[in-house]
């Protein structure tokens, strides 16, 4: 377990930003994972679960992320929407999907909107807040990190689990 404290919210961001970058590796045959993730080789899409109490960096995390995969667009918590689908063109993965589960009371309530699908895909990276409500339904080959609030102000606790 790897444990990482980022003191404000541009350097949860520029965590994000790096972690995509040094993790995500394309190879001839899809995306490819070093650091933490190399013994990670997901059958279907790769799932990085973000877990941890409201105002903890997920988000934050999230908005650092897509920008190391080169999306530009300004990214928000999908909380009413669920999820948000992201076309990638410099990676070998094909979609980036932000989830939030938060609202999800049954995993069961994912399905009608094809989740299952893009979880088969391996071609699809997902990013899910709230992972703990749709655990059911998540495959066994997810990185887990969880997010904690600091004893500080605006300290944060990131642990790659």
């Avoid at 999230?62 to 928000?76: A, D, P, S």
């Amino acid at each position: 377990m790897n444990t990482l404290t980022t003191f404000s919210s541009a350097s949860t961001r520029l965590f994000g930003k790096e972690f995509a970058k040094k993790n995500l590796k394309v190879s001839a045959e899809g995306g490819s994972f070093g650091g933490k993730t190399e013994n990670l080789k997901p059958r279907g899409a790769f799932v990085i679960a973000l877990s941890g109490e409201l105002g903890s960096g997920k988000t934050t995390f999230v908005q650092g992320f897509v920008r190391g995969l080169g999306i530009k667009k300004r990214m928000t918590s999908p909380t009413f929407i669920i999820f948000r689908r992201f076309k990638l063109s410099a990676l070998s993965f094909k979609f980036l999907y932000h989830v939030d589960a938060y609202r999800i009371k049954k995993s069961a309530d994912l399905a009608m909107l094809g989740f299952k699908e893009i979880l088969k895909n391996p071609k699809n990276i997902l990013l899910i807040e709230w992972p703990e409500n749709i655990k059911k339904i998540l495959p066994k080959e997810v990185l887990w990190i969880l997010f904690k609030h600091g004893k500080k102000e605006n300290e944060r606790k990131i642990i790659l689990k």
